[in-house]
């Protein structure tokens, strides 16, 4: 509920595939495979880069998510869903 009513204000660029109903990782590698395919047949140069967010979202205050949201108008109680799910957390491995 929350992504869908997010996802009206806040929208996701195709290309996103983290925090989405799809099959990500084997969509991009099918695709990576298919525009290695083309350059090896095609006899053209590639180039590739992978870019890793790993802790991403670590690096934004999230004032400023919350600041986002209401710029654009998003519902508030959606605002307080997202602040309840930010308040307090933590991450263990083991």
Do not use: W
């Not at 600041?67 to 957390?89: C, F, H, S, T």
């Amino acid at each position: 509920i929350a992504t869908a009513r997010l996802s009206k204000a806040c929208p996701i660029n195709p290309r996103q595939r983290g925090f989405i109903r799809a099959s990500g990782c084997s969509e991009n590698l099918k695709l990576l495979q298919l525009v290695v395919k083309n350059a090896k047949r095609e006899h053209k140069h590639l180039g590739v880069v992978f870019v890793d967010m790993a802790k991403a979202f670590n690096t934004v205050c999230h004032q400023h998510i919350f600041a986002g949201l209401i710029q654009r108008g998003v519902d508030p109680r959606v605002i307080q869903l997202v602040k309840e799910m930010y308040k307090n957390i933590q991450t263990y491995i083991s």
